[in-house]
């Protein structure tokens, strides 16, 4: 027995070796450096362009090789795995971290590290992006990530399609009434089989763009409550579900699955669309990494347009942001810091444009005609432009409350949501309890934090000013506003007082609870 | 000399330590010590995303705050009811596994008619792959399903018991997530084999019942109505028998008794049979008064202890009451016939449905019930079984029902006591594999259980202090229920 044991601790010992020694090293060198991203097709030319970068600027060790190299990975890009790896000492050195939802979380959970001065220093500022977004990349006037990409969501149309059934090509602006109106002829002319719907007129529309469309905010002009127990929420939770479960513009979860298409990157929505069984389909300019796969796999490339999502009397698009943060437990800071300047280079810029990745960190690389005219598409001649368009006009970020945050102000969002799609309460109901759990919450917070409380309070005072002067018919002075959705809404309504000095900035929306 | 020590060397008992001594270690880091750790935590503010090695905040010692955020948040007894819900499947998966054993015990040998089955299981199987290359529709899929239904019928006949234990032990080594994407994929509402399946048959339903005299519709809730409160007769006089036989005490009865009543007090609040309630008040009321009547004609009575019999007769309740929770799903579905017939019956939407979710879970849970250890179990336990006790049975002239209830029943106690236990204990733990891969959790929650909750508290949301309440709440159950099995169940066993 001890004979069989002791030959099995030998065998576990040289199979320990064994492996120990024919597993792959690290190559002399180049450090390596481990990028959390997704696994999009564009991603290894990115990748390799970072070498082709540190080679031209010189940024070279001893033996002529670049100072770091990437290595993707994939498989670990949930928000849960990164906020669990990070505190734990073994996150990735380079995060993607996306929207400013997740710029609030990682920096109040720490593991992003401040990269405001180096920013500066490095030419990767706040100021080298879109202005738009500024909400999005920085917390209380501190940068903690850069663009590696910026996107702008607008309705794609698949023109041949509306050409088929006879339809007029949908118009750019639109609001809800017009959308329903032509979603319904769509649906109608396109499905043939009684039995069972085969087509839609779209794939999805975020519920924020839809409460933004009707000048509603997930929290208040100043942060310190919800915007949704309102009955023009509960009219939007109707006319989406509407959408979804009677009138069938839009596919529900089981449709989905019922349709039995494959899923790729971007999910099984770009193929419906390619497919024409979807006339709208609702994404960024990243989107056209997906078609051109399509057509170099032998698809015909498809007829597009693009078009603004409806709104329900004020015309806004959202912006988001995926950035690259630097991981303050990282045992390469210094090097990690070297790709956002990459980041913010000629070179990466024109792989996003000539990529199609979205739109590119800074705004100057797209006045060029290869990127509204890209020479072996002209079939998106006339797409990209308006994503430009809507970055400069009608987009917006996120709205951000430094009392809470806005991933657990979603959560309660998505689950009453939730549970008025399913029939367990009204829509006035969900409306009613989004708003008290998301206070609630804030209170929670409020008291765990104790010194935001004098934030809080003097918000509150602002709070009922504004509600003060919005039912008089005044105009709220800018600086008093700290949600840039209310900023963007009251000056469409003329109801903004525009002030000289300081504005409070976007940045000033929303640190840590 | 070595001293000796309870005729152990001490040299031995060294080596015996050193040889323990990883495990001990194992258990003591990586079991001791996070079970304790965690019940610290239940006592904390812990937020993963406000203190951690990057934050200046300390954790705090907030008391029973974490407990008490349990009970006002609401969230936990929603999930709670989740979970016990998903868990009324149990006794139903236990009786499946008991009566796949049993099958299971008799041997399957091939004669002349087994042949025919197998070749027509064959035929069957290879006509439907001509269908579906040639382009059949849907259905195919369905009947292939039966097709190979047929040949493993066939097959287990020629191969006899063995293959067919094997084949219902599939389930339980079959890995978790691969069963769970199968039976998503079955569950399909429009092109799922079992929607495909029951389309058909919900077609003939609607049609009967578009056709069928609109009295005949109208009685048929009543009927259902009847069959609750026969179940609930039922049921209230096998605790009366127990009662009057002196094997339940007065105290021992009242749980069983108020479970018989539970789904009563469902069908007075809920909507879809709230409209019944007077009829139902007074089928209750004909039920007490026949079981009242019956004991004030009882004459004499086997005094016992108050707290007696606690688990036979939680046994007997338990099992009562999910027919009766069946008749009255039944009744709804009946009263609500006409209005839905005549609009077109539609097969249901399964996980997507807030409805059906939970029902379609427990579906899946019978199906893993009944080829899992506790088949196996049974199957041992069966064979344990003394023959003379069979042969006295049959020469008392016992019919096989009478065989099955006073000899292969009471010999298996034991076994389906150990069942019970654990099956209670892995139904209160269960439902985040399920959750995980199948549903996320939802329809708004529909499918969210304790253990999954435990998961959302700590990895989603980072509230570490109050997962680790969650999950000595959840302890706190499972040793309760535990306990009390063991105190009045085991008592039962052992008579």
């Known amino acids: ?513 | 000399m070595k001293k000796r020590r309870g005729g152990l060397l001490l040299g031995d008992e060294k080596i015996a330590l050193g040889f323990l001594m990883p495990n001990l270690i194992g258990v003591a880091i990586f079991v001791v010590f996070p079970v304790v750790f965690s019940l610290a935590m239940a006592f904390t503010n812990w937020d993963l995303t406000q203190h951690n090695q990057f934050s200046e905040n300390s954790v705090r010692f907030v008391g029973l705050d974490n407990f008490v955020d349990l009970v006002s948040e609401g969230q936990f007894l929603r999930f709670l009811g989740n979970t016990l819900f998903i868990m009324m499947g149990i006794p139903v998966g236990i009786a499946g596994s008991l009566g796949a054993a049993m099958l299971l015990t008799h041997d399957a040998r091939p004669g002349r008619r087994s042949l025919a089955f197998v070749l027509a299981g064959i035929g069957l199987v290879l006509g439907v792959v001509c269908m579906v290359l040639a382009g059949a529709p849907s259905a195919g899929v369905t009947i292939l399903i039966g097709g190979v239904f047929c040949t493993v019928l066939g097959f287990g006949l020629l191969g006899g018991r063995t293959l067919y234990r094997t084949l219902f032990y599939t389930p339980h080594f079959v890995a978790g997530v691969s069963t769970f994407i199968l039976w998503k994929k079955l569950y399909n509402p429009q092109d799922g084999p079992i929607n495909a399946g029951l389309r058909p048959v919900l077609g003939v339903v609607e049609s009967t019942a578009n056709t069928l005299p609109g009295w005949l519709v109208g009685l048929l809730p009543w009927v259902m109505m009847l069959g609750m409160a026969g179940l609930t007769l039922l049921g209230l006089d096998r605790l009366r028998r127990r009662w009057a036989d002196g094997e339940l005490g007065w105290f021992a009865g009242l749980m069983p008794v108020a479970m018989l009543h539970l789904p009563w007090a469902v069908a007075l609040i809920w909507t879809a049979t709230r409209g019944w309630s007077g009829v139902l008040l007074g089928l209750l009321a004909v039920v007490w008064i026949v079981q009242i009547a019956a004991t004030a004609r009882a004459k004499d009575r086997f005094k016992t202890q108050a707290t007696e019999g606690f688990g036979g007769a939680m046994f007997v309740a338990v099992l009562t009451m999910v027919g009766i929770f069946i008749a009255l799903g039944m009744t709804a579905v009946m009263s609500g016939l006409p209005a839905i017939a005549a609009e077109g019956l539609e097969p249901p939407r399964w996980l997507t449905s807030i409805g059906w979710a939970k029902p379609a879970l427990m579906i899946m849970g019978f199906w893993g019930a009944i080829g899992s250890n506790n088949m196996l179990l049974y199957l041992a336990a069966l064979t344990n079984v003394s023959p003379e006790l069979y042969e006295a049975a049959d020469i008392d002239g016992a019919s096989r029902l009478q065989r099955f209830w006073n000899v292969t029943w009471p010999q298996l106690a034991p076994t389906t006591f150990f069942i019970l236990v654990m099956s209670t204990i892995g139904g209160l733990q269960g439902g985040f594999e399920q959750a995980r891969v199948m549903t996320g959790g939802g329809p708004a929650g529909a499918t969210t259980t304790l253990s999954y909750f435990v998961f959302i508290e700590g990895f989603q949301t980072g509230r570490l202090g109050f997962a680790a309440a969650v999950a000595w709440g959840l302890f706190a159950l499972i040793f309760g229920i535990t306990l009390i099995n063991w105190k009045f169940g085991k008592k039962d066993v052992s008579d």
């Open chain 1, 1 to 513: 027995m001890r004979l069989i044991i002791l030959l099995c601790i030998a065998f576990m010992i040289v199979g320990g070796l064994a492996t120990a020694w024919t597993a792959p090293g690290e190559e002399e060198g180049s450090t390596q450096l481990f990028w959390v991203t997704d696994l999009s097709p564009v991603r290894i030319e990115h990748v390799d362009g970072f070498t082709r970068w540190q080679l031209e600027q010189g940024l070279i060790d001893d033996q002529g090789k670049p100072l770091a190299k990437v290595k993707v990975d994939p498989n670990n890009g949930d928000q849960d795995k990164i906020v669990i790896q990070g505190v734990g000492g073994v996150g990735a050195d380079i995060i993607d971290t996306r929207w400013g939802r997740q710029v609030r979380l990682f920096s109040r959970v720490g593991i992003i590290k401040d990269i405001t001065s180096i920013a500066r220093e490095g030419g990767f500022s706040v100021a080298d992006t879109w202005d738009a977004i500024e909400s999005e990349i920085a917390v209380d006037g501190r940068q903690y990530m850069y663009p590696c990409n910026v996107a702008v969501r607008l309705f794609w149309v698949n023109q041949a399609v509306f050409d088929k059934l006879g339809l007029e090509q949908p118009p750019a602006v639109w609001d809800f009434d017009t959308f329903e109106r032509i979603g319904l002829e769509f649906t109608k002319r396109a499905n043939t089989n009684p039995d069972r719907q085969t087509h839609f007129f779209f794939d999805q529309l975020p519920i924020e763009n839809m409460y933004r469309g009707v000048g509603l905010s997930i929290f208040n002009e100043t942060g310190t409550a919800s915007a949704l127990n309102n009955e023009l929420y509960a009219e939007v939770l109707q006319r989406h579900k509407s959408w979804v479960y009677d009138l069938h513009l839009m596919p529900s979860p089981e449709d989905i699955s019922a349709l039995q298409v494959t899923s790729g990157w971007g999910g099984s929505s770009p193929r419906l669309f390619n497919e024409g069984r979807l006339g709208l389909l609702y994404s960024g300019r990243y989107i056209l990494i997906q078609f051109r796969q399509f057509v170099n796999d032998g698809a015909e490339p498809l007829q597009l347009g693009v078009v603004e999502p409806p709104h329900g009397g004020f015309r806004n698009t959202r912006t988001t942001v995926r950035g690259a943060a630097i991981y303050r437990g990282g045992k390469n800071q210094a090097l990690a810091e070297i790709f956002p300047r990459y980041l913010a280079s000629k070179l990466y810029n024109q792989l996003i444009i000539d990529s199609a990745d979205a739109l590119p960190p800074n705004p100057k690389f797209v006045q060029s005609r290869s990127f509204t005219h890209p020479p072996d598409w002209p079939n998106e001649w006339g797409c990209h432009q308006p994503f430009v368009d809507a970055m400069e006009t009608t987009a917006i970020g996120g709205s951000y409350s430094p009392f809470i945050l806005t991933s657990d102000a979603e959560r309660i969002r998505d689950r009453f949501k939730a549970e008025f799609d399913a029939g367990l309460i009204d829509a006035q109901t969900a409306a009613r309890r989004t708003a008290e759990l998301i206070e609630l919450r804030i209170q929670r917070n409020l008291e765990e934090f104790p010194e935001t409380r004098a934030e809080y309070d003097s918000r509150v005072a602002t709070q009922q000013k504004i509600e003060e002067r919005l039912a008089a018919g005044q105009p709220i002075p800018e600086s008093w506003i700290n949600n840039p959705f209310f900023r963007r809404y009251y000056a469409a309504q003329g109801l903004l007082l525009k002030e000289d000095g300081p504005t409070g900035g976007p940045s000033g929306q929303g640190g840590d609870p």
